[in-house]
Structures are given as C-alpha cells and as structure tokens.
C-alpha cells in the first residue's frame, strides 16, 4: 500500500513594532496556542499562500501584512489522528517558516471575520512562545524562532 504524502503548510511567525510575535489559541481548544498556519493551494505562490492564510485567520486585510523571508528552517510531522479533511489524502504535513510584518493596527485584527479558527491572540516575546506554544507544535518552532531572534538581533 502506498504511503499518504505530507500535506504542504506555510507557518507564519507575524511580528509587530516591538519585535513581539502572534500567538492564537485554537478555536475551541482551550489552552492550544499556536502560530497562524494553513495548507497550501498549488495555484497561489508560497507568498499568496501565506497572505491568504494571515487574512483568513487573522481577519486583517491582505495590505496589513509583508512578507519579510522565508525561513530556512522548515519541519514534518505526522498526525497521530488525522483531521477529517486529511483523512485518506496527507498522513501529516510538511511546513515551511515564514518571517511576515504586521504593518496594521490591533484593531484591524479580526477573528471573526471569516470561520474562526482563533478564539483568543496575544503578542508574545520569543520566551513566551516557548512556554505557551503546544508541546507537539513547539519542537518545529524552536529553529524558526532562534532564526526570529537572529533576525531582530534579540
């Protein structure tokens, strides 16, 4: 039987003014903070994808974010239980890292624009991420955040 492939995702880690990072909590998972993320649409190029995510989960318009980099970093996992929508197509996903500005306001965050899949977001110091982040995200976290810090010169 052939293998399911990884499912291609884009991760990003959206900095304000102040260097801090948005983390979201998952919506109805109490407790499950995470970087915004989303699967990839082969018809959109990487930076369309991670725009189109950003907007969709965050409720801001596309102008509120810029591209900054594509990290080097990247990570796969396996899903234990896959979501249904993954069910019989992706065995897990395969993310790429991306650096993005928030160039807006927090006001223009939105959660409920569209379905949410955020409940509740706050800006996060790298440390924070650390001690907030899932432990099942946090390990494909680790190298893009030290690549963050880097980035900032923190």
């Not at 909590?25 to 995510?53: A, C, D, T, Y």
């Amino acid at each position: 039987m052939k293998q399911l492939p990884l499912r291609p995702n884009v991760c990003m880690l959206v900095f304000n003014r102040e260097k801090k990072l948005f983390l979201g909590e998952r919506h109805g998972e109490p407790g499950v903070w995470q970087f915004p993320q989303g699967g990839v649409e082969p018809e959109l190029s990487p930076e369309e994808n991670v725009i189109k995510e950003l907007n969709e989960e965050l409720g801001a318009g596309p102008d509120k974010f810029k591209v900054v980099k594509k990290l080097a970093c990247t990570h796969e996992y396996e899903w234990k239980e896959p979501p249904e929508y993954a069910r019989r197509r992706w065995r897990g996903q395969s993310q790429t890292f991306w650096l993005v500005e928030f160039v807006g306001q927090d006001s223009d965050i939105d959660l409920k624009r569209f379905e949410p899949e955020l409940m509740s977001w706050r800006w996060c110091t790298p440390a924070e991420v650390r001690c907030l982040a899932e432990p099942k995200r946090l390990p494909g976290y680790l190298k893009a955040l030290k690549e963050f810090e880097e980035f900032q010169g923190l």
